[in-house]
């Protein structure tokens, strides 16, 4: 059977570390890094890099900054929806590093990639002490 249009979800709602520990909610879509390079939204001088982060992904020692930098920038432009890239920037909000990050690893792994963002308590891991500190804060 072939898949209607209708069905297709583009957009999803996703929880990103935030600015000064809340989370910032948002909802993004998975832009193609291809087609923002065929479409001149990665320009050729930075062709090399993206090959390189859409391969190897982003590490310590990927190269050349400035230009991860420029393409972290880019995808995220396309990938926010709500609130939308250029809002953030009309209201003077930077993405931090590990937003842009993770906004990247969502563009090319799905939700499943944002797991090592998530925090967890102690009590989620079966340690006791977790639950009772918990207990005498109440």
Known sequence: MVTSVETIQTDAEVVLPGWCGDDFVCVLRRPSLLTLASRGAITNPLMKTARKL???????????????????????????????????????????????????????????????????????????????VWNQTQ
């Not at 859409?54 to 050349?64: E, I, K, L």
């Not at 393409?71 to 809002?87: C, D, G, Q, R, T």
């Not at 931090?96 to 990639?113: S, V």
């Open 54 to 132: 859409f391969y190897a992904g982003v590490s310590p020692d990927s190269g050349n900054l400035e230009e991860e930098g420029r393409i972290l920038l880019e995808i995220a432009a396309a990938a926010l929806v709500k609130p939308a890239f250029a809002e953030l920037e009309q209201r003077g909000i930077e993405l931090t590093d590990e937003q842009l990050i993770a906004i990247f690893q969502y563009t090319q792994a799905g939700a499943k990639a944002l797991e090592q963002f998530r925090g967890f308590c102690a009590g989620d891991v079966g340690d006791p002490h977790g639950t009772a």
